[in-house]
């Protein structure tokens, strides 16, 4: 099993001292007694960071390694009815189509080559080439990008209902409690109510909000807000823009002015284009990226909703067919709760305890018939 | 990305069949793994794929497919049919109350579109059942949601029933319900928070909020770009409240929609609407049989039919045929055509439900604004009257003078000449041709 153990090193310096078994409160009594040292803190607050991604990914992770599991128990041999039962485990947590078939069909290849006929011995190759695909884009910068001493800007794109606005609050709260100057522009002038769901926002994390009447051409928002933020020396703003389906030409070409209008003034904004994608959302999520980026060249996804699903496979196959990392992931309905993703750490909660049964096999011997 | 349908899928598998003459056992296994790869890439839940394999499975084994001479057609038959008996045949109409007021509740995930759907819902009620509808603003967690809901309710001029967010929704709803009586309000729609599926506390508001409005119609409003997850959010929904209906929404993008097949076999619930566009009237009555085509990847051509059907005025077509029949169609007359043509909506929707074209590639880059017609509509408008009848009396000078009047260039306007002309031509000969079929666009030829 010399792939898990690698993988596992690999994994290991990110794994959370002990934190799988602790609740928050326990944690909490930690911090409560007063006598912690500075560092001692950070790795409480790395550790509760930590948490909350591991309880926003419990149910994805238990999920997909049970039915794993149980995919090894029911079928025995490697045959067709084995893989098609995999196919249905990995689409059943939306790893995207295409990625699912690439995957089964590679395992396919290797069980024909290697010759191997128990489904347990093909474990091993399923997480080796799962990690395969999501280290093939390795590269892809995952932080955000932030212009130190200069206005960044961020513009946050989508199709309709996915949690636009909300995640832009959030991200302003995180910016903002970052020490940063946050400013919000209201770019969404086509639905009711948008504005001034973004101006509660605003109120609540206390940022500026720029805005016109619903109904105002969103370019011309984009325009007054970039010249408010450099008057005003802003830090970070962060535009909310109406949703629209990617199949709507006009509303994209719409999308597309706004970003040359951003542009005019501040040449290499806007610095980063986040794609928001609701985690519940199916194959589809792969066409939204896609016209998305070819539009306003998106840098970064923000998966929302993930705590209400067993989902978010779809992270694996955004990764494989397009490119585009994901860099942060809505957990929870709190102001604190969109984190900075790390594929890192979802890769290895997916696979957390298959690696650690792997080696419990391995010790055993495999010494059954 | 290209999404296959599943005749093309099928297709392909036939082709490598061929060659051996006779279809086997093994042949139906291999059709039916496409039929299964096709359902999967349209997102319905892999549970209700392998339910529906099996029995479809079983038909083709029994039936004459293996002695078929076009065993792919007749497996995409089978699957048609199976299809949409699952989907439920017929359109199923709201439930209303023969004691006023009818109450509508709407329920679902966040960003499902149920704000919007409830604005719909009542300019539907008023405009075809003659209904008195009031809104009701239940969600009192999303910022600024009451304010979406007034305005929606001021776009359709239907009163919204609103008493912040710092009252239980419980207690909005039953205020609202005697706000409705008092005021003769003889439909109630209430609108609730979005919320997951697993939200315990929440969804206990839910039955509360049953409890006390006992609605005749609970809506599920559903995303229809929803993933494998769709089957768990209608379950939980079905089992908690009972739903009576559900509403797929955003089905004016490009998704399958197999979420549709997924929602409909966990819960056995029909599927009442189809969410259309961000506009208030864009709420269809949902066609479960078309909604089966879509999921395969077939189109929806009945849908354009009747939507051409909607907008063209029969009496105007009457006139018009008579004037293709005594070739005095004229450019004028070709002005209110384009009209027409337009009334038909965004032309990428049109061409989207049409079979085939998400095949053609670069289609969805294509502009289809609508700015052509409007363009041409230009050009005859900068003509005379007369000109306008006696085309053939513009030469050099009037042509210029049309192209600065309507801001286009000289080749637009000749080329428009040029095909108005042809048109006519065709015209001619359509008529001379007798007892030809009735094509719904055989009068719509657009010169671009």
């Known amino acids: 099993m010399s792939f898990l153990k690698r993988l596992k090193d690999r994994f290991q310096p990110s794994r959370e001292k002990e934190a799988a078994g602790k609740s928050v409160e326990e944690q909490n009594e930690k911090l409560d007694d007063g006598l912690i040292s500075i560092e001692e803190f950070e790795e409480w607050e790395q550790e509760q960071i930590g ?62 080559v290697e010759n191997i006929t128990e489904s347990r011995d093909l474990k091993e190759t399923i997480v080796e080439k799962m990690v395969e695909i999501y280290e093939r884009n390795d590269d892809l910068p995952e932080t955000v ?74 370019a011309a928002v984009m ?147 | 990305m290209a999404f296959e349908g599943l005749g093309e899928r099928l297709q392909a598998t036939m082709d490598r069949i061929k060659s051996k003459g006779k279809v086997s056992e093994s042949d139906i296994k291999v059709m039916m793994r496409e039929v299964r790869l096709a359902l999967l890439e349209a997102d319905v839940n ?107 309710g001021r776009q359709i001029d239907v009163p919204v029933f609103a008493l912040g967010d710092q009252v239980k929704p419980q207690q909005i709803v039953t205020e609202a319900l005697d706000h409705a009586r008092a005021e003769h309000q003889d439909t109630v729609i209430i609108d609730t928070a979005g919320r997951l599926h697993i939200d315990e506390g929440l969804m206990n508001e839910l039955k509360d909020i049953k409890e006390i409005a006992k609605p005749d119609e609970i809506m599920l409003v559903v995303d229809s770009m929803t993933g494998q997850d769709a089957v768990n959010v209608a379950e939980s929904f079905n089992d908690m409240l009972d739903i009576t209906g559900v509403t797929l929404t955003k089905l004016d993008g490009d998704t399958r929609g197999g979420a549709a097949l997924s929602i409909r076999s966990v819960t056995d619930k029909p599927i009442k609407f189809a969410g259309m566009s961000e506009k208030m009237d864009g709420l269809e009555t949902f066609h479960p049989d078309r909604m089966a085509q879509r999921i395969l990847g077939m189109g929806d051509v009945l849908s354009i039919i009747e939507k051409a059907q909607a907008t063209v005025d029969e009496d105007e077509q009457k006139v018009l045929q008579q004037k293709i029949k005594d070739q005095s169609f004229t450019l004028d007359d070709f002005l209110e055509q384009m009209d027409q043509v337009k009334n038909l909506g965004p032309l990428d929707d049109l061409l989207k439900m049409m079979p085939g074209a998400n095949k053609i590639k670069g289609l969805d880059k294509m502009q289809m604004s609508g700015n052509e017609i409007d363009h041409v509509q230009a050009i005859i408008r900068s003509m005379t009257m007369d000109e306008r009848e006696n085309p053939s009396k513009i030469n050099a000078s009037r042509k210029k003078r049309i192209a600065r009047g309507s801001g286009r260039t000289l080749q637009e306007v000749n080329r428009l000449l040029k095909q108005f002309n042809e048109m006519k031509k065709m015209m001619k000969q359509m008529t001379s041709q007798k007892g030809k079929k009735k094509n719904p666009f055989g009068n719509m030829g657009l010169p671009f």
């Open chain 1, 51 to 112: 948490y909350k991604f591991k309880a926003g990914l419990e149910k994805s992770r238990e999920k997909f390694q049970n039915e794993i599991n149980e995919l090894m128990a029911r079928y025995r041999t490697v045959d067709e009815d084995f893989f098609e039962a995999l196919e249905e485990v990995l689409i059943g947590a939306d790893v995207g189509f295409n990625t699912v078939m690439e995957l089964t069909d590679e395992l396919r290849h290797v069980a024909k």
């Open chain 1, 145 to 218: 990008n932030i212009q130190e001493d200069d206005l960044t800007v961020i513009l946050v794109v989508g199709v309709n209902g996915v949690g636009k606005t909300t995640s832009i609050g959030k991200l302003a709260y995180k910016y903002k409690q970052e020490g940063k100057n946050v400013m919000l522009a209201a770019g969404d002038t086509f639905r009711a109510g948008a504005i001034n769901q973004l101006k509660v926002w605003g109120s609540r994390v206390d940022v500026d909000v720029i805005s016109q009447s619903e109904g105002s051409d969103p």
């Open chain 1, 223 to 369: 325009f007054d807000a970039i010249n408010a933020a450099k008057k005003r020396g802003t830090d970070v703003l962060i535009c909310d823009t109406a949703g629209r389906l990617q199949n709507k030409g006009n509303l994209m070409n719409e999308l597309s002015k706004m970003k040359n209008v951003i542009q005019k003034t501040v040449p290499d904004a806007p610095h980063e284009s986040l794609l928001v994608l609701d985690a519940t959302t199916g194959q589809n999520a792969l066409s939204q990226a896609k016209a998305f980026k070819e539009v306003t060249d998106v840098s970064g996804i923000v998966l929302t909703k993930l705590d209400g699903t067993a989902k978010g496979g779809i992270v694996l196959a955004i990764r494989n067919e397009l490119g585009i990392p994901v860099k942060f992931v809505g957990l929870g309905e709190q102001l604190d709760d969109l984190q900075e993703f790390s594929a890192e750490n979802y890769v290895y909660g997916l696979f957390a305890d298959m690696i650690s049964n792997a080696e419990e096999l391995d010790d055993s011997g495999g010494d059954d018939v």
């Open chain 2, 46 to 152: 892999f549970k209700v794929v392998k339910q529906f394999i099996n029995q479809v499975k079983e038909r083709a084994l029994g039936s004459d497919v293996m002695q078929s001479l076009t065993p792919g057609q007749q497996v995409i038959k089978i699957v048609k049919e199976e299809l949409t008996d699952l989907m439920g045949g017929d359109n199923q109409k709201i439930n209303l109350s023969q004691k006023p007021p009818t109450v509508i509740m709407m329920v679902g995930l966040q960003g499902a579109g149920k704000t919007t759907t409830a604005g719909k819902l009542a300019l539907h009620l008023r405009k075809n059942y003659n209904k008195k509808p009031l809104l009701v603003a239940g969600d009192i967690y999303r910022p600024a949601a009451i304010d979406q809901l007034e305005t929606v």
